[in-house]
């Protein structure tokens, strides 16, 4: 198969660089909300909505998924600087779209600590990489943050999530917030919508997003192969 090489891109501004990429432009499955394979967007209902966005990684070789991605973040109200924090996303995804080999050798050398990407602070940008014992649905935790995004990224094995609206969720009164941390708990709505990462699959999640990962999926194993970008607003 010939390849072509692309050194880069820009839309709206941003600059997005890129991998090598086949001359056949991929096929996407039909998808109105995105255009682009594999692509999901959080869903509305009346005046409640989530803002998450669900992908593959080889949608990162794609130029329409970086177009509908930036569409996105123009909707979300808690994102202010938003120029400034699509560069910071981009980064956070390049990270994600390393070769194996790579990633494998640094989850090697910084093990659960923050790993710091490259041409960024620490306190604005960084990864970590986890292997997380997954929970039954009933003992879901469901979680949103203030100050970051998160870049959810499965590696190996399946995962699921619980996703609701922050408006549709209370404060949670069985778990308590870890304090100094950008954590908040809540209790899920009962029309919460279970999303499925399989190998390769990431998702995007905004505060208005609240989110319960490490969750067993049917067929699925015990644990799952994982990294979570922190991405400052």
């Given at each position: 198969m010939q390849v072509?090489?692309?050194?880069?891109?820009?839309?709206?501004?941003?600059?997005?660089g890129m991998k090598n990429m086949t001359s056949t432009p991929i096929a996407p499955r039909v998808n109105m909300s995105s255009g682009c394979d594999s692509v999901s967007f959080g869903n509305s209902e009346n005046s409640q909505r989530t803002y998450y966005i669900k992908g593959n990684i080889r949608d990162l070789d794609d130029r329409r998924f970086y177009s509908n991605l930036l569409k996105q973040i123009d909707e979300i109200p808690s994102i202010k600087n938003k120029t400034e924090f699509k560069r910071r996303l981009v980064?956070?995804?390049?990270?994600?779209?390393?070769?194996?080999?790579v990633l494998d050798s640094l989850a090697q050398k910084y093990g659960t600590d923050k790993v710091p990407i490259k041409g960024y602070d620490i306190?604005?940008?960084?990864?970590?990489?986890?292997?997380?014992?997954?929970?039954?649905?009933?003992?879901?935790a469901p979680e949103a943050h203030e100050e970051y995004v998160d870049i959810q990224f499965v590696r190996r094995g399946r995962e699921g999530y619980l996703v609701a609206p922050l408006d549709q969720c209370s404060r949670s009164i069985k778990l308590?917030?870890?304090?100094?941390?950008?954590?908040?708990?809540?209790?899920?709505?009962d029309k919460s919508e279970l999303l499925i990462g399989e190998p390769g699959d990431f998702f995007i999640f905004f505060p208005e997003d609240v989110h319960a990962p490490k969750l067993q999926v049917p067929d699925g194993s015990d644990t799952v192969d994982k990294i979570v970008v922190k991405v400052k607003i």
């Open positions: 072509k090489s692309i050194s880069g891109m820009n839309i709206g501004g941003v600059n997005f980064a956070g995804l390049n990270f994600v779209r390393q070769d194996n080999s306190k604005i940008l960084y990864a970590m990489f986890q292997k997380p014992a997954l929970l039954a649905l009933e003992n879901a308590s917030d870890k304090e100094k941390t950008d954590l908040k708990f809540y209790d899920a709505p």
